[in-house]
């Protein structure tokens, strides 16, 4: 649906839905139109009776193309991975100190992190109902850890809002809850909503408003004690003479509407951004590890492809070797390419025309990430706040707080920034340097008396500066899907494309893996009809 004159967008309709109906409404309208539901995981593949000898060439060594070549081997067939990078794991990675990253364009980053530290630069938090990814994190060995996603005590930030300060979100959402409830609550006791509300469930919505919003008797959102229970106190309950709490100050409504806090509500009650979430235990770069340790022997790294060439007895691919310059050709019956659209549509290859149109028209998001190391776990000692985020108007959206090691003492990092849009392709058009110094002047907005005095050094990867992907993930819309996506799933000949960019999950580990599960299933029934 797009937006046009009178007409509203699914986004704004789900939204709508989501703040006057809450998380079940939301994921039940989701459901409908076909944005939710739990992923399509039933368990491994299976796949029998593999020909003897017949072979398979896997293009990527990403979580798609090692869960191919591990499930390929298990069922019988031959099967060699060509690896751009010197390592696998493609986007599940892990910046470590001592590691070293050169983007495109030839600035080069020394990561400079304490031992132990780290920064997610691609996927960084795992949706419990993610099954596929846990499954397989179980079945490699990967351990797991809660990932806070949602924090009542972090802030919300918005330059019109409150006079440009940020303020903690349990006092925005509670000051717009209370406010939205008062105002549905007046329009019933006016008869607004007669035509839209039985007369026998009018009592129980008040009352339903009443226990959501915090109204006092009155149906007023005031300030009170009620209040108090969700945005927080002046004064919290106590012991001894001094024990009474004392209600905060509620905020000015325009002041709430203008934050914009609606839209971090929103966010978490997204379907995959709702708790529980994980992450692994040392960082994300160790998913990557636990696959490759399945399918190493079969990897090539430093295998830059230049040419896939198909016909009637099998699928060459021509690369070169990027250490030694040496150019190569690799044989195989059948392909499974996990190579990124915005790369593989530089690739010389001899794909359907029809499948080439598709791979031209998906882009790929622009986000930066930035990791921000301090001295000190200043947000926890003197905020008590223990992992979420505190989102921001300003360029860098947000700054999320780390989740392990909690109560530690020593350096940890967060990261500061997740941006996209245009704040993304601005801090992407910078240098490392300039982009810690935007994180750092902007971050300070929540905490200006820690951020500069405890940071030691910082580290930032603008995905539309990675060689090997040229983009953080593909963005489809409705029309695209439409048109293409039929297109770019199905088996062409001998060759079929896997990755997230082939799946309704899209930017997600688990929408890489169900794709890699169907693609290879398709495969196998093509190679048995051979």
């Given at each position: 649906?797009?937006?046009?004159?009178?007409?509203?967008?699914?986004?704004?309709?789900?939204?709508?839905?989501?703040?006057?109906?809450?998380?079940?409404?939301?994921?039940?309208?989701?459901?409908?139109?076909?944005?939710?539901?739990?992923?399509?995981?039933?368990?491994?593949?299976?796949?029998?009776g593999?020909?003897?000898?017949?072979?398979?060439?896997?293009?990527?060594?990403?979580?798609?193309?090692?869960?191919?070549?591990?499930?390929?081997?298990?069922?019988?067939?031959?099967?060699?991975?060509?690896e751009?990078?010197?390592r696998?794991?493609?986007?599940?990675?892990?910046?470590?100190?001592?590691?070293?990253?050169?983007?495109?364009?030839?600035?080069t980053?020394?990561?400079?992190?304490?031992?132990?530290?780290?920064l997610?630069?691609?996927?960084?938090?795992?949706?419990?109902?993610?099954?596929?990814?846990?499954?397989?994190?179980?079945?490699?060995?990967?351990?797991?850890?809660?990932?806070?996603?949602?924090?009542?005590?972090?802030?919300?930030?918005?330059?019109?809002?409150?006079?440009?300060?940020?303020?903690?979100?349990?006092e925005?959402?509670?000051?717009?809850?209370?406010?939205?409830?008062?105002?549905l609550?007046?329009?019933?006791?006016q008869?607004?909503?007669?035509?839209?509300?039985?007369?026998?469930?009018?009592?129980m919505?008040?009352?339903?408003?009443?226990?959501?919003?915090?109204?006092?008797?009155?149906?007023?959102?005031?300030?009170?004690?009620?209040?108090?229970?969700?945005?927080?106190y002046?004064?919290?309950?106590?012991?001894?003479?001094?024990?009474?709490?004392?209600?905060?100050?509620?905020?000015d409504?325009?002041?709430?509407?203008?934050?914009?806090?609606?839209k971090?509500?929103?966010?978490?009650?997204?379907?995959?951004m709702?708790?529980?979430?994980?992450?692994?235990?040392?960082?994300?770069?160790m998913?990557?590890?636990?696959?490759?340790?399945?399918?190493?022997?079969?990897?090539?790294?430093?295998?830059?492809?230049?040419?896939?060439?198909?016909?009637?007895?099998?699928?060459?691919?021509?690369?070169?070797?990027?250490?030694?310059?040496?150019?190569s050709?690799?044989?195989?019956?059948?392909?499974?390419?996990?190579?990124?659209?915005?790369?593989?549509n530089?690739?010389?290859?001899?794909?359907?025309?029809?499948?080439?149109?598709?791979?031209?028209?998906?882009?790929?998001?622009?986000?930066?990430?930035?990791?921000?190391?301090?001295?000190r776990r200043?947000?926890?000692?003197?905020?008590?706040?223990?992992?979420?985020?505190?989102?921001?108007?300003?360029?860098?959206?947000?700054?999320?707080?780390?989740?392990?090691?909690?109560?530690?003492?020593?350096?940890?990092?967060?990261?500061?920034?997740?941006?996209s849009?245009?704040?993304?392709?601005?801090?992407?058009?910078?240098?490392?340097?300039?982009?810690?110094?935007?994180?750092?002047?902007?971050?300070?907005?929540?905490?200006?008396?820690?951020?500069?005095?405890?940071?030691?050094?910082?580290?930032?990867?603008?995905?539309?500066?990675?060689p090997w992907?040229?983009?953080?993930?593909?963005?489809?819309?409705?029309d695209?899907?439409?048109?293409?996506?039929?297109?770019?799933?199905?088996?062409?000949?001998?060759?079929?494309?896997?990755?997230?960019?082939?799946?309704?999950?899209?930017?997600?580990?688990?929408?890489?893996?169900?794709?890699?599960?169907?693609?290879?299933?398709?495969?196998?029934?093509?190679?048995?009809?051979?």
């Open positions: 649906m797009q937006a046009g004159a009178g007409k509203t967008t699914r986004r704004e309709l789900l939204t709508a839905i989501g703040m006057m109906g809450g998380t079940f409404a939301l994921y039940q309208a989701m459901t409908t139109m076909g944005h939710a539901a739990e992923t399509q995981f039933a368990g491994p593949p299976n796949l029998k593999a020909r003897p000898g017949a072979s398979v060439i896997v293009l990527g060594a990403g979580l798609a193309g090692m869960l191919a070549a591990f499930e390929l081997r298990k069922a019988g067939y031959k099967v060699r991975i060509l751009y990078q010197a696998a794991g493609g986007r599940n990675w892990s910046l470590y100190g001592g590691d070293t990253y050169t983007e495109l364009g030839g600035a980053q020394k990561v400079g992190f304490a031992p132990g530290n780290y997610n630069p691609g996927p960084w938090r795992i949706p419990h109902h993610h099954r596929t990814l846990l499954h397989y994190c179980k079945q490699f060995g990967v351990a797991l850890e809660p990932f806070i996603q949602f924090n009542h005590n972090a802030f919300v930030h918005h330059a019109d809002a409150f006079g440009g300060r940020p303020v903690h979100f349990r925005a959402a509670a000051d717009f809850e209370g406010g939205v409830a008062e105002l609550g007046k329009a019933i006791d008869k607004a909503l007669d035509q839209e509300i039985k007369a026998e469930d009018k009592e919505l008040l009352e339903a408003l009443r226990g959501w919003g915090m109204l006092d008797q009155d149906m007023k959102y005031a300030r009170n004690l009620r209040s108090a229970e969700h945005r927080g002046e004064r919290p309950p106590g012991g001894g003479v001094n024990g009474a709490p004392i209600p905060s100050n509620i905020f409504f325009h002041d709430v509407l203008a934050s914009q806090v609606w971090n509500m929103a966010f978490f009650m997204n379907h995959e709702q708790t529980t979430m994980f992450q692994p235990v040392g960082g994300m770069g998913i990557g590890k636990a696959f490759a340790r399945q399918v190493e022997p079969l990897i090539t790294h430093n295998a830059k492809v230049t040419k896939i060439f198909q016909d009637r007895s099998g699928v060459k691919v021509t690369y070169k070797d990027t250490s030694t310059g040496a150019v050709d690799a044989h195989a019956d059948f392909c499974v390419c996990t190579i990124p659209l915005g790369v593989l530089q690739i010389d290859k001899n794909l359907s025309p029809k499948l080439q149109a598709a791979i031209q028209a998906v882009p790929y998001s622009n986000s930066v990430k930035i990791g921000l190391e301090m001295r200043f947000w926890e000692e003197d905020y008590s706040i223990y992992g979420g985020h505190s989102f921001t108007s300003q360029d860098i959206s947000l700054i999320s707080y780390p989740n392990n090691h909690l109560f530690g003492d020593g350096p940890a990092v967060l990261l500061g920034a997740f941006a849009g245009l704040g993304g392709y601005r801090l992407a058009g910078m240098t490392p340097e300039q982009r810690i110094e935007t994180a750092l002047a902007q971050g300070s907005i929540f905490h200006p008396d820690s951020y500069r005095k405890e940071f030691m050094n910082g580290a930032s990867v603008a995905w539309n500066r990675v992907t040229l983009g953080c993930c593909a963005r489809w819309n409705e695209t899907r439409k048109e293409h996506y039929q297109t770019l799933v199905a088996v062409d000949d001998r060759v079929v494309l896997a990755g997230e960019h082939a799946s309704y999950v899209g930017c997600w580990m688990e929408g890489a893996l169900l794709s890699s599960i169907d693609a290879i299933t398709r495969l196998h029934a093509r190679a048995l009809e051979a």
